[in-house]
Nanobody, 129 residues
Framework: QMQLVESGGGSVQAGGSLRLSCAPS????????MGWFRQAPGKEREGVAL????????IYTDSVKGRFTISQDNAKNTVDLQMNSLKPDDTAMYYC??????????????????????WGQGTQVTVSS
C-alpha cells in the first residue's frame, strides 16, 4: 500500500502562484508515474500533469501548459506542482496519484485518472478574481 500526502493548497488571487507537494508516507517515488488531478464542484475529475520519475518526463493537460510545472525532488522524495498565473477556473480540490511505470514513461491517456492505483486525500486550491 502507498499512502500519499498532499500539502501546499490555499487561497490566492488571480495571477498568483501556489506550490503543491506530494509525499508518499513510506515508499519511494522511483520508477513510478506520479500525477496531479483536480476536481471542481459539479465537475468530473481531470488530469492536470503527469511525471515519470525514472526520467523526469512530463505530460500536461492543455489548459495548464505554460503555467504549471510538475517536478520531482529525489532528495525529499516528493513530487511538486508549481502553479503560476492562476485563474479562477483553476479552483478545485487537487489530488496526487501514483501508479507503477514499469520502466516506461507515463502515457497521455493516463490523464483520465482511471489508470492510477493510489490517491491522496486532496488539498484545496481557491483562486479569486
Amino acid at each position: 500500500q502507498m499512502q500519499l500526502v498532499e500539502s501546499g493548497g490555499g487561497s490566492v488571487q488571480a495571477g498568483g502562484s501556489l506550490r503543491l507537494s506530494c509525499a508518499p508516507s513510506a515508499n519511494t517515488i522511483d520508477n513510478r508515474c506520479m500525477g496531479w488531478f483536480r476536481q471542481a464542484p459539479g465537475k468530473e475529475r481531470e488530469g492536470v500533469a503527469l511525471i515519470y520519475t525514472g526520467a523526469s518526463t512530463s505530460i500536461y493537460t492543455d489548459s495548464v501548459k505554460g503555467r504549471f510545472t510538475i517536478s520531482q525532488d529525489n532528495a525529499k522524495n516528493t513530487v511538486d506542482l508549481q502553479m503560476n498565473s492562476l485563474k479562477p477556473d483553476d479552483t478545485a480540490m487537487y489530488y496526487c496519484a501514483s501508479r507503477a511505470a514499469r520502466w516506461a514513461p507515463c502515457r497521455p491517456e493516463w490523464l483520465s485518472s482511471a489508470a492510477f492505483d493510489y490517491w491522496g486525500q486532496g488539498t484545496q486550491v481557491t483562486v479569486s478574481s
